[in-house]
């Protein structure tokens, strides 16, 4: 069984819209929460990390954790087509290393 | 801003070749981390670092070993590079304080 899943897409909006990434994860003593974005051909860039139930927005970044649910997500308001990635969400799990599991992503295509 | 950066971003060798790919950090980071990402499998742990010297295997760490003679550089060592060692190398830093990882550029190997 995996332990974060994604959908792996493509997931597709048009331009201006919201965009919703969903993740979920089996670990219940997970603690922190990630959201990276990749460019084809890029490595992985941090945008949003998220640690208490609830919502934390950045700009036009929300990401929304529910640990009872095991979810996190990511919404993306006024979708524009340089969003358009892989968005891999990661977890830091149980214990006492600074490991993190990740999603194998969910590709993002914003139409224009 | 974090920098990490990786010694080539693309590499071709050949089978049995011993391979190094180096990383380096320069915000004195404690932990530091390799994975290749292979589609469809996602980021996959080779092995990590969370002091000078000290090593600990990641999920996938056959065939391949480490160095960390200092704190700013993480080597990765393909003992006797094999096809199915192609893949894009992916190196990462952490401070320690957070869990938080700043990825590298990438390499991506080709192994003929």
């Known amino acids: 069984q995996k332990e974060v899943e994604q959908n792996s897409g493509p997931l597709s909006v048009p331009e201006g819209a919201i965009a919703s990434l969903n993740c979920t994860y089996s670990?219940?003593?997970?603690?922190?929460f990630f959201w990276y974005r990749q460019y084809s051909g890029k490595s992985p860039e941090l945008i949003m990390s998220?640690?208490?139930?609830g919502d934390k927005e950045d700009g036009r970044f929300t990401a929304q954790l529910n640990k009872a649910s095991q979810y996190v997500s990511l919404l993306i308001r006024d979708s524009q087509p340089s969003d358009s990635a892989t968005y891999l969400c990661?977890?830091?799990?149980?214990?006492?290393?600074?490991?993190?599991?990740f999603g194998t992503g969910t590709l993002l295509a914003v139409q224009p | 801003d974090v920098k990490v950066t990786q010694s080539s971003r693309y590499l071709v060798k050949r089978t049995g070749e011993k391979v190094f790919l180096e990383c380096v950090q320069d915000?004195?980071?404690?932990?530091m981390f390799w994975y290749r990402q292979d589609p469809g499998l996602g980021l996959r742990l080779i092995y990590f670092?969370?002091?000078?010297?000290?090593?600990e295997k990641g999920d996938i760490p056959e065939g391949y070993s480490v160095s960390r003679e200092k704190k700013e550089r993480f080597s990765l060592i393909l003992e006797s590079a094999s096809t199915n060692q192609t893949s894009m190398y992916l190196c990462?830093?952490?401070?320690?304080?957070?869990?938080?990882?700043?990825f590298g550029p990438g390499t991506r190997l080709t192994v003929t």
């Open positions: 990661a977890v830091k799990i149980g214990g006492a290393t600074n490991k993190l599991i």
């Open positions: 670990d219940r003593g997970a603690q922190s």
């Open positions: 915000m004195d980071h404690e932990n």
């Open positions: 998220i640690y208490s139930n």
């Open positions: 990462a830093s952490n401070p320690g304080t957070g869990n938080e990882q700043y």
């Open positions: 670092s969370y002091d000078v010297k000290m090593k």
